[in-house]
């Protein structure tokens, strides 16, 4: 099946629309679709700068290593959500789009003295498209007529972790995570002709492919803090995500629309996708001080390594580099007086590349993120986290989307106090 993401929407002049789908973007036609940007909301306000942040009074999934940060008898949990709106352009048509899911849920708590336990569930990727146009080629008009094709995809893979953090001497922790990805991705492919010749006859033809994703990984991380003073910090991290094959199962039905065989439904072949996961480094360091903390991320993902290109479609996967930095401010964390002194400031800037390469044309994203952190009691450790990211991926050359998107999140996490887990002595 060869297309080119150049018909972007090619029967629309321009409209907005809500569905229940993740994602709407023509780049999410291959692969395992879009790649959310993970972590909780804390850190993708900071530009996602997450491999060395460390903070008891918050959850970070993506380095397993942190869980044994969670102090003894407290307990830690995060619940985000977040709206999303894409503008979609080609050299000629454009689009828009909106969702609201739920992000990230997550919790974490220790077993022993320096070993912490973390479970999170968040979307990893989605898959959402629906591109329309009308073939009027010569030939094509010439012999048959005008020939119209629609290519729909919809699904997502969700992301389930366990992990374990253990600091095995001091201001030293390692962990590791088991990872699995569970979802259901469907594609249909119609190709409907209207006759204009007045000879010969025609069908429509509707194809349809049905991918479930059922994989196991696993990533080991650890986190080294060579400055453990009162008033600063410096953690530096990494961590290792292993890649393999997938063996996604595929179904592939073709039923074929006519007034001879009416809905006749032939299973064309069952098969297990060859599409494989990318071996994934990761380092950071997060430096924290009482009012100002900041950090940077870079990581390195072997895609073109592991995945054939497509030359029928004009496809192509690449290694992949990301660079995620940020910071927050919080003017006097310590004021019981006045809440607004303890609000956290939040900002950041991420730049990514999409592991695939559509028409010779590399595709990149680049965001700026800003957030807030909101105490929810004038004593107490929990907050209510704010966030924005303003973002643009792709470009209008070669047939292509531009993508320019608007995020907002909001986030919880909440610190379960010491007393939650005191054993009373009197009733």
């Known amino acids: 099946m060869a297309v080119l993401v150049a018909t972007l929407g090619a029967t629309q002049s321009g409209y907005a629309q809500e569905s229940s789908l993740n994602t709407y973007s023509p780049y999410t036609f291959y692969g395992i679709g879009d790649i959310h940007n993970q972590g909780i909301s804390v850190t993708r306000a900071m530009g996602g700068a997450s491999i060395g942040f460390r903070n008891y009074l918050y959850i970070n999934p993506l380095n397993p290593a942190s869980y044994s940060s969670v102090r003894s008898n407290s307990f830690l949990s995060n619940f985000d959500m977040e709206g999303q709106n894409f503008y979609a352009s080609t050299s000629d048509a454009r689009t828009s789009f909106n969702t609201f899911n739920v992000r990230d849920i997550a919790m974490s708590f220790p077993l022993i003295k320096g070993m912490g336990v973390g479970l999170s569930v968040t979307p990893y990727s ?7 146009y009308y073939d009027q080629s010569p030939d094509v008009m010439g012999n048959i007529g005008q020939m119209l094709y629609n290519y729909a995809g919809s699904g997502d893979v969700t992301q ?88 996604n199962k595929v179904y592939e039905t073709m039923p074929i629309n006519s007034t001879l065989v009416p809905g006749e439904n032939v299973i064309d072949r069952e098969y297990v996708s060859t599409f494989s996961m990318p071996s994934i480094l990761s380092v950071g360091f997060y430096y924290h001080q009482p009012k100002l903390s900041f950090g940077a991320d870079y990581e390195f993902a072997d895609w073109g390594s592991r995945n054939q290109a497509d030359v029928t479609d004009h496809l192509s996967f690449r290694n992949t580099s990301a660079v995620r930095l940020g910071g927050q401010y919080t003017p006097n964390p310590g004021d019981v007086r006045n809440a607004l002194k ?86």
């Open 126 to 132: 989605s898959v959402g498209y629906n591109v329309s």
């Open 160 to 247: 389930f972790k366990l992990g374990l953090g253990y600091e095995i001497f001091n201001n030293f922790s390692i962990g590791a995570d088991a990872i699995y990805y569970h979802g259901k991705i469907e594609r249909t492919f119609n190709a409907r002709p209207t006759p204009i010749t007045g000879s010969g006859t025609y069908y429509s033809l509707f194809g349809q492919n049905n991918e479930f994703v059922n994989s196991f990984f696993g990533t080991v991380g650890l986190q080294w803090t060579p400055i453990a003073k009162t008033d600063k910090v410096m953690t530096i991290g990494a961590t290792w995500q292993f890649g393999g094959r997938m063996g």
């Open 342 to 427: 303890r609000f956290s400031y939040r900002a950041g800037l991420r730049w990514s590349q999409s592991y695939m390469v559509l028409n010779n044309q590399p595709i990149s994203d680049v965001a700026l993120t800003m957030g807030v952190g909101l105490p929810l009691r004038m004593t107490g450790l929990s907050n209510v986290n704010l966030g924005l990211e303003l973002g643009q991926r792709g470009t209008t050359k070669a047939g292509l989307s531009l993508e320019r998107y608007f995020k907002f999140t909001i986030g919880v996490s909440l610190f379960g106090e010491d007393y939650w887990f005191v054993k009373m002595k009197y009733d």
